[in-house]
């Protein structure tokens, strides 16, 4: 499927504009997932993954500043305004982070299993892009500098899982890959369910509202024209506001 798409994937990120876009939201993002990650070090109670939770937060702060620092430095060239309208999020996903996990509510293991799945995501869309990018070195960098991480993450929330739930981790993973799925079960669901109000509210437009149009036309055609002399009974002093 990645290889079908891969096509797509390179006219995506050949687009200068876009391309400083995205990674100025995938800035945003990693940002975010190391502030999930602070809050995750410090509802822990286990020293070894608080400290391991600290290192990988600011891996994602790092990350952050350099997607921004890219980003930015795109944008620099480009002239004010215009350009390659429509996200199109889905053909450059970045780092899904705890996505709309409450860090408070999980236990270690079933954070661990989510985070490991999460990164696991991250590292091959990143090393996806790193095959694409070979039109923009500095672009490329980045991403071989934070693919590197990446792995790293994948590989040490996997490591942590089998030590904190020795025996359970495989139903774990399959537990959060179930989570995830329903995640993106969700956002279609919404996508799906605007498109349906869209669709219904333009036949409503066009099938309900030609026959109020319709009557009320008719009925303009019956007003008299211009100013009517109003009835004596109404014309008295005004003995109220209203
Ligand atoms: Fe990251
Ligand atoms: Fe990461």
């Known amino acids: 499927m990645r290889h079908?798409?891969?096509?797509?994937?390179?006219?995506?990120?050949?687009?200068?504009?876009?391309?400083?876009?995205?990674?100025?939201?995938?800035?945003?993002?990693?940002?975010d997932g190391g502030r999930d990650l602070v809050r995750a070090a410090e509802v822990t109670r286990d020293p070894t993954l608080?400290?391991?939770?600290?290192?990988?937060?600011?891996?994602?702060?790092?990350?952050a500043e350099l997607f921004r620092n890219?980003?930015?430095?795109?944008?620099?060239?480009?002239?004010?305004?215009?350009?390659?309208?429509?996200?199109?999020?889905?053909l450059a996903p970045g780092e899904r982070g705890l996505d709309d996990v409450r860090v408070?509510?999980?236990?270690?293991?079933?954070?661990?299993?989510?985070l490991h799945l999460s990164e696991k995501a991250a590292a091959r869309d990143f090393?996806?892009?790193?095959?694409?990018?070979?039109?923009?070195?500095?672009?490329r960098e980045v991403f071989e500098?934070?693919?590197?991480?990446?792995?790293f993450h994948m590989n040490y929330t996997h490591a942590q899982l089998v030590?904190?739930?020795?025996?359970?981790?495989?139903?774990?993973i399959w537990l959060a890959r179930l989570r995830r799925l329903w995640g993106v079960y969700l956002r279609f669901a919404s996508v799906l369910a605007g498109v349906i109000g869209a669709v219904v509210l333009?036949?409503?437009y066009f099938i309900l509202l030609p026959p109020f149009a319709l009557m009320a036309r008719r009925a303009q055609r019956k007003e008299p024209q211009g100013w009517t002399a109003i009835a004596p009974d109404r014309n008295g002093a005004l003995g109220r506001q209203y």
């Open 145 to 151: 500098k934070v693919l590197h991480d990446e792995s």
């Open 127 to 139: 090393a996806n892009y790193v095959g694409i990018l070979e039109g923009d070195p500095p672009t």
């Open 50 to 63: 608080r400290r391991l939770f600290l290192i990988h937060a600011i891996d994602e702060q790092r990350h």
């Open 4 to 31: 079908l798409l891969r096509p797509f994937y390179r006219r995506f990120w050949n687009d200068r504009r876009r391309r400083a876009r995205t990674l100025l939201r995938f800035a945003e993002v990693e940002a």
């Open 70 to 90: 890219r980003g930015l430095d795109l944008m620099r060239g480009l002239p004010a305004g215009g350009g390659a309208e429509g996200r199109a999020d889905w």
């Open 202 to 204: 333009t036949l409503q």
């Open 163 to 172: 030590r904190v739930a020795p025996g359970d981790h495989r139903r774990l």
């Open 104 to 114: 408070e509510q999980e236990r270690d293991a079933s954070l661990l299993a989510f």
